[in-house]
Nanobody
């Protein structure tokens, strides 16, 4: 059974940084592609970043390119999202997701397992 737990969210001023972590259970997760999504109040869940099962390939939404970095540690069954130069429009609940086919995807429908989310609030 796959479970995902996010942590690291909080309140930060614009221009600041946060590092989100996603801890997974289930050894098969090392073969899953992983993704980060976010959802702001009144908006649909949107893609932020994804990383292949090996960590060799990554993808980012245009809005976060150059500011966010996704990485993973398969030995620890963990995925990270380093967020720099944060903006007020980055405020949202951030979700970690796992995709069992191990390929990069950007649609929420492609992901099989989801965490509960962690709140990120960026003040201006």
């Amino acid at each position: 059974q796959v479970q995902l737990v996010e942590s690291g969210g909080g309140l930060v001023q614009a221009g600041g940084s946060l590092r989100l972590s996603c801890a997974g259970s289930g050894r098969s997760l090392s073969t899953y592609a992983m993704g980060w999504f976010r959802q702001a109040p009144g908006k649909e869940r949107e893609f932020v970043a994804a990383i292949s099962w090996s960590g060799g390939s990554t993808a980012y939404a245009d809005s976060v390119k150059g500011r966010f970095t996704v990485s993973r540690d398969n030995a620890k069954i963990a995925v990270y999202l380093q967020m720099n130069s944060l903006k007020p429009e980055d405020t949202a609940v951030y979700y970690c997701a796992a995709q069992r086919f191990g390929i990069l995807a950007q649609s929420p429908a492609a992901f099989d397992h989801w965490g509960q989310g962690t709140q990120v609030t960026v003040s201006s």
